[in-house]
C-alpha cells in the first residue's frame, strides 16, 4: 500500500467543523495523510507520520476540490454569435437550446466525446474533482442515451435532462413529448444515469409535465432535481421541495414563500435537505441580475455554487470564477463562496465522502498557488490553482 504525505500545508481548508473554528474548519501548519485514495490522516505538520512520497505544499493553501454540481457538457457546436448578440442589447430567452440540440444530433458519439472531456480536463486543471453532467441535448432516445453513455465514462454524477426543452418535432403536442420522456427515453437513459432534472421555466416545462416527469424518474430509481426559477418567477423551488429533490438550482427569481419552503427542509445538522444552487455564469453571460445569496443564507437555506457549463447561456467551467462572481456580485463572503463551491456542491448531490477532506473522505484536493483561500475571489481570473489531487492522485 502506497502513501502520501502532503506537508507544509499553511492553511488546510477541511470543511469539517468537527472542534474546528469556523465554517471551513481551517487548520494551520497542517499535513494530510492519504492512503489508497483517501485521507487517512489530519494533524499538525510536525506529528505528520512517515508515508512512502511526500508533496511539499510549500507553505501554501489546500483546499477540497471543488464540487461542481450542475453542468452540461454533451453537446456539439458552440453559441458565440448568440453571446454576441446578446452583449449588444438581445434577451436571453432559452431559445437557442434548440440550436445546440441541432448540431448534437448531428455529431458522432466521438466528436461528443471529445467535447466532455476536453471540458471535464478544463475544469480539472481549474480544480474540480467531482462534475456532475447532464444530458439534455439530444431529446430523443438514441441520443439522450448516448449523451449519458458519454458522461458516464468521465463522471459517476450523471443527469438525465430529457425535459430540457420540448424538441422542434413535438412543439404542437408537449404532451406526447412528455410520454417519450417517461417512457422509452427514460428506460434507455435510467442505466446511466444516477439523477432526473426538469428545466420547469416558462418556455419549458410547465408545473404539470415537470412533475409528471419527475415522478417517473424517482419511481425509476433516480434522485431529483430541478431548473427552476431562472428567467423568472415560478414554480420549480415549490416542485423541487414537493418532491424532495436534492437540488433547486438557478433560484434567481423567489418569492417569500420559495424562500421559506427552501427554508423548510432544514433539518439534515442544520442543512437543508433541498440545496439552492446559483449559477453566476449564467447570470455574467446573459447580463442578467443575480440571485440573491444572502437572502438565503440567512433565512438558513443551505447554498451551492456551480459553473452551468453550457455553450449558451454560461460557457465557463470555472469554479474559481464562479467563487469570484459570488463574492463580488452577490455579497457571499470568501468562506461562504468556497463552502458552497466544495461542501456545498456535494451536500447538493447528496455527497458526504467529497468537498470535505478528513479521515475517510476522498483525497479529492487542490494546491494553490496562494497562501489563502481568499485569493480565490482577491485575484479573479488569475490561474491559482497549482497542484489537483483526485483520489490522491496528482493530476
Ligand atoms: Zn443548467
Known amino acids: 500500500m502506497s502513501s502520501l504525505l502532503v506537508d507544509d500545508i499553511g492553511e488546510l481548508v477541511t470543511n469539517d467543523v468537527e472542534g474546528e473554528a469556523g465554517p471551513l474548519g481551517i487548520r494551520r501548519d497542517a499535513a494530510l495523510l492519504v492512503e489508497e485514495g483517501r485521507v487517512a490522516w489530519i494533524g499538525p505538520s510536525r506529528d505528520a507520520p512517515a508515508a512512502d512520497r511526500r508533496l511539499d505544499a510549500g507553505g501554501a493553501a489546500v483546499l477540497p476540490g ?3 454540481s450542475h453542468a452540461h457538457l454533451v453537446f456539439a457546436g458552440d453559441r458565440a454569435a448568440e453571446f454576441a448578440a446578446r452583449m449588444a442589447g438581445q434577451p436571453y430567452t432559452g431559445g437557442g437550446i434548440r440550436t445546440t440540440v441541432g448540431a448534437t444530433r448531428a455529431a458522432t458519439d466521438d466528436e461528443l466525446r471529445a467535447t466532455v472531456r476536453r471540458l471535464h480536463g478544463e475544469a480539472l486543471r481549474q480544480g474540480t ?31 438525465f ?42 418556455g419549458a416545462f410547465d408545473v404539470d409535465h415537470a412533475r409528471a416527469i419527475l ?33 433547486v ?49 440567512d433565512a438558513g437555506v443551505t447554498v451551492a ?6 455553450p449558451g447561456s454560461s460557457y465557463t467551467s470555472s469554479m474559481p470564477f464562479c467563487v469570484a462572481l459570488a463574492v463580488r456580485e452577490m455579497r457571499m463572503t470568501p468562506a461562504e463562496a468556497v463552502w458552497a463551491a466544495t461542501a456545498g456542491g456535494a451536500r447538493a448531490l447528496r455527497r458526504d465522502d467529497v468537498g470535505v477532506l478528513r479521515p475517510g473522505a476522498r483525497a479529492d484536493l487542490m494546491i494553490l498557488d496562494a497562501p489563502s483561500h481568499l485569493h480565490l475571489a482577491y485575484r479573479p481570473g488569475v490561474p491559482l490553482i497549482r497542484q489537483v489531487l483526485r483520489n490522491g492522485v496528482p493530476q
Open 305 to 310: 455554487l456551480a459553473t452551468d457549463c453550457n
Open 66 to 68: 471543488f464540487v461542481d
Open 249 to 297: 438550482d438557478h433560484c434567481t427569481h423567489l418569492t417569500d414563500a420559495d424562500v421559506d419552503a427552501l427554508a423548510s427542509t432544514r433539518v439534515d445538522g442544520g442543512h437543508t435537505t433541498t440545496v439552492a444552487t446559483l449559477l453566476p455564469g449564467a447570470e455574467f453571460s446573459t447580463r442578467s441580475p443575480y440571485p440573491d445569496a444572502r437572502r438565503l443564507l
Open 129 to 159: 474533482t467531482t462534475m456532475e453532467i447532464k444530458s439534455g441535448y439530444g431529446l430523443t432516445v438514441a441520443d439522450e442515451a448516448r449523451s449519458l453513455a458519454i458522461a458516464a465514462e468521465v463522471s459517476e454524477e450523471t443527469t
Open 161 to 202: 435532462l430529457g425535459a430540457h426543452v420540448v424538441p422542434a418535432e413535438y412543439a404542437d403536442r408537449p404532451d406526447d413529448y412528455v410520454g417519450l420522456v417517461c417512457g422509452p427515453m427514460l428506460a434507455a437513459a435510467a442505466p446511466h444515469a444516477r439523477w432526473i432534472d426538469v428545466f420547469c421555466e416558462r
Open 215 to 247: 415522478a417517473c424518474g424517482q419511481a425509476a430509481g433516480l434522485g431529483v432535481r430541478v431548473h427552476g426559477n431562472q428567467l423568472g418567477p415560478g414554480p420549480g423551488v415549490q416542485l423541487g421541495v414537493e418532491l424532495g429533490a436534492a437540488s
